[in-house]
């Protein structure tokens, strides 16, 4: 057979390149960061919306509110460095005079009410619902749930619970045994609603996968 020559080969295109998992451009720093600062406004007006339903008395001088609901929600979902922020600024904003705490109150007056131990905690306790309920994320999917109750659990009972406590001895002058009694009421409350909050985080984690990848 004759040999073809050169001419009447053809050139052949170049490959295109091959995409390779893993190596393709990260977003930008500016979007990623504006996400962020939306996620964190949004968390933080979430807080405050479950502040602002009716709170349940319950015959001690803090009522049962939806405040530490939004807290560890805040933090399972967002990481705890923004889930700090997001509280944090949820509590700034109610320092600074909007009516955002439970019961349609705000300003600095909020700090000489016994519930005072309880709302400084809040940022914390979501920092540390954040880093715990990462822990329970990486976990197999079997063990999620149950994790995140007890990251949320252990952030109540680690952080809020605590610092409320002494919250009500300073402002109500009683003993930390007095206290704890006190304490004690907000307990039963406080497992359901970090049941839910575990259920709530799964859900949006879910239909979010990328909310949490990579966030601390």
Not at 75 to 93: I, M, N, Q
Not at 170 to 181: I, K, M
Request: proline share 9%; aromatic share 6%; net charge positive.
């Amino acid at each position: 057979m004759p040999l073809s020559s050169p001419d009447d080969r053809t050139t052949a295109a170049p490959e295109a390149p091959t995409a390779v998992p893993g190596l393709l451009p990260e977003p930008p720093a500016t979007r990623r960061t504006g996400t962020d600062v939306a996620l964190v406004a949004t968390f933080a007006a979430f807080v405050a919306a479950c502040a602002l339903v009716p709170a349940i008395p319950t015959g001690t001088p803090v009522p049962i509110t939806l405040q530490t609901f939004g807290v560890v929600v805040a933090g399972l979902v967002l990481g705890a460095r923004r889930g700090f922020l997001a509280v944090a600024l949820y509590l700034v904003v109610g320092l600074a005079g909007v009516p955002v705490f439970a019961e349609m109150t705000g300003g600095l007056g909020v700090l000489g009410k016994p519930s005072v131990g309880y709302l400084l905690a809040f940022p914390a306790a979501a920092a540390a619902a954040g880093w715990l309920g990462g822990l329970a994320l990486r976990a197999r999917p079997a063990w999620r749930y149950p994790l995140l109750v007890a990251a949320g659990l252990g952030s109540s009972f680690l952080v809020t619970h605590p610092s409320g406590i002494l919250g009500l001895m300073a402002r109500l002058g009683v003993t930390a045994r007095e206290a704890l009694a006190i304490d004690l009421v907000y307990w039963p409350g406080d497992v359901v609603k970090n049941l839910l909050a575990a259920g709530v985080t799964l859900a949006v984690v879910r239909a979010f996968p990328d909310l949490r990848r990579g966030r601390r």
